[in-house]
């Protein structure tokens, strides 16, 4: 299912500055960073040092107040569209889970897939393949509020996997779970880098976390510090 | 096989997690739709029965003062009419609404004896009026609701009348009518020597001839023959009578407020809807969704709203045709055989209900900022 990987920068931020408030309140203060295909990659800092705004401006869905963010080589929002980059090459996954409360979990799943143009049975089996590889095949049914926390956190990795991704972006994805669930996620996450060569980007305030990375970005003041 | 996901479903879902806020919402379109089609449905079926009356009876032409309902032309115009080489007959007459009792209203006409109307009528029972004697003839609706029976009398504007005999006509409206000797008329209608239409037919249309274009030039023929006088084709004045007007004036209007009430029913369902899912709608653009499938989805919900709205209107609509074809003070009006094109009509109408009304929540919807939205508590 995985497109071949393709050595080379795959994600390059230069220059990106996030203002709000008119300028008054700075996000992102001038950061330059590049991240190469199928690398491993945490971002640790403290809250409100912008770790999670630079999560989104890599992912598509923020964009920078100056400054420009790549794609293997080719400027986002104007080279590259970003709905197209949403749906495509990247997967979310989110501290919150982000699940859709009327849908079960297999249908979660399918919700990434309606955006692309796939026939329903293909996204079905699609999604009870992902759900399935997840350990829930027995809970595929199930309504989110019928899933416990670590539950609904491997749904929405099956549905960041959905549209076979080539970059797996997560915003503290074990930031509402216990420590058991929390170690089954990490296993999980770095078992599908491992295996299918996938770009991984982890902003995480826990440190064993950041550390286990073979890579670690700190952030400080919306820059990086080290 | 694991369930699948489609489109509708997920719109279908959508509006299925606030059940009440959708029922009610269906309620409303469903009223607007069902009002439209009863309404409308009534205000036409009137127009085609009183087309009826004109072509059943074989008229071609309607001569009139300037307004149907408050003309009055002097009775003598006849010579002048029949004097036109290209008029066959003229039947002087006089119609009003006049109540009969104090449930029942009816259209009362004044002809002569001898009017060329008088042959489309089948007689169930009795024979003709004779000109200068109080002698009624009733539409057999009408007599069946009165329960008056040939050899009986009955009382018209204060004078009593005997009736002499029940007609099956060719239109509802003369099924429900009572018709008169034309002097008579004048005298309760106190219009002594004049009338408020001449109903012309014309000699047959030489071979080859469009009727239109014959008619139209039979009624250029008259008014130059007789000046002051508009000569109208009958199913124009069908069409364009006072009654006929005022008929689709107040169903057009009070559909229109009714389907205003359901559309802004689906509009308030919608933006709040989308209000509600801000979160979500965020989910659905970092999953990669386009401003386009945000726009679809809600259109969709929308649109469906409408749909199964107007289908339920559709229906409750047609019910209260039939009903109003069942009660006596209507059914005279109103024929329960209704176009299919207005069934169409109305369900194109509450689609495009859904449309409007979910216009602007799914612009809205589309054009969140993915991650503002998904920040959204």
């Known amino acids: 299912m995985s497109s071949p990987i393709q050595k080379g920068p795959i994600l390059e931020a230069r220059g990106l500055v996030k203002s709000y408030d008119e300028g008054r309140v700075q996000a992102l203060r001038g950061v330059d960073t590049v991240i190469e295909a199928g690398e491993y990659v945490a971002i640790s800092g403290p809250s409100g040092s912008g770790k999670s705004t630079l999560l989104h401006m890599l992912g598509g869905l923020d964009t920078p107040s100056q400054g420009e963010v790549y794609f293997r080589g080719s400027q986002l929002g104007t080279a590259v569209n970003l709905d197209q980059f949403r749906s495509q090459q990247v997967g979310f996954i989110f501290q919150a889970f982000h699940l859709l409360p009327t849908l079960r979990a297999v249908e979660n799943v399918q919700v990434a897939m309606l955006a692309l143009s796939q026939r329903g049975n293909h996204r079905a089996e699609r999604a009870a393949q992902l759900l399935e590889e997840m350990g829930l095949k027995d809970r595929m049914l199930h309504y989110p509020n019928q899933l416990s926390a670590g539950e609904r956190q491997r749904v929405a990795i099956a549905r960041a996997l959905a549209n076979d991704p080539a970059i797996l972006l997560a915003d503290e994805p074990t930031g509402n779970l216990d420590t058991a669930n929390s170690a089954h996620i990490m296993e999980i996450l770095r078992g599908i880098q491992a295996q299918q060569g996938m770009t991984l980007v982890i902003v995480t305030h826990e440190n064993d976390i950041a550390q286990s990375a073979p890579r670690h970005i700190r952030f400080r003041d919306g820059r990086v510090e080290s | ?377």
């Open chain 2, 1 to 377: 096989m694991p369930a699948q996901l489609s489109f509708t479903g997920f719109a279908w879902k959508n509006l299925w997690r606030r059940r009440l806020r959708t029922l009610l919402t269906l309620g409303g379109i469903t009223m607007g739709i069902g009002a439209f089609v009863a309404l409308v449905g009534f205000s036409r079926a009137f127009e085609h029965e009183w087309q009826r009356l004109y072509t059943s009876s074989g008229t071609d032409i309607a001569v009139v003062e300037t307004n149907f309902l408050a003309t009055a032309l002097n009775q003598d115009l006849d010579a002048k009419l029949e004097a036109v080489p290209v008029v066959d007959k003229v039947s002087p007459m006089i119609f009003n609404l006049i109540d009969l009792t104090p449930d029942v209203n009816a259209l009362v006409y004044g002809w002569q004896a001898n009017s060329y109307e008088l042959n489309s009528l089948n007689f169930v029972s009795g024979s003709r009026f004779h000109d200068g004697q109080p002698e009624v003839i009733l539409g057999n609706l009408l007599a069946s609701d009165l329960k008056k029976k040939p050899g009986e009398m009955m009382t018209i504007q204060g004078a009593p009348f005997k009736v002499t005999g029940v007609f099956h006509g060719g239109s509802a409206l003369e099924d429900g009518a009572v018709i008169m000797p034309l002097d008579q008329m004048q005298v309760i209608s106190s219009m002594d020597g004049k009338v408020t239409a001449f109903h012309v037919r014309l000699k047959p249309a030489p071979a080859g001839e469009n009727y239109d274009a014959y008619v139209k030039n039979g009624e250029k023929e008259i008014e130059a023959a007789v000046p002051g006088v508009h000569a109208d084709p009958a199913a124009d004045r069908a069409a364009n009578n006072g009654l006929v007007s005022l008929a689709h004036s107040v169903a057009w209007g009070t559909s229109s407020i009714a389907l205003l009430i359901g559309i802004l029913g689906i509009a308030n369902t919608m933006a709040m809807s989308v209000f509600e899912r801000t979160r979500e709608i965020g989910i659905l653009r970092a999953l990669g969704w386009k401003g386009w499938h945000v726009i679809l989805l809600i259109l969709t919900e929308a649109t469906g709203l409408g749909v199964v709205g107007g289908l339920l209107g559709i229906v409750a609509g047609w019910g209260a045709l039939r009903i109003l074809a069942s009660l006596p003070q209507t059914a005279s009006v109103v024929s329960t055989a209704v176009d299919p094109q207005h069934f169409i009509e109305a369900l194109l109408i509450a689609i495009a209900s859904g449309i409007t009304a979910g216009a602007y929540p799914a612009w809205r919807g589309a054009h969140l900022s993915p991650v503002e939205a998904l920040r959204y508590e």
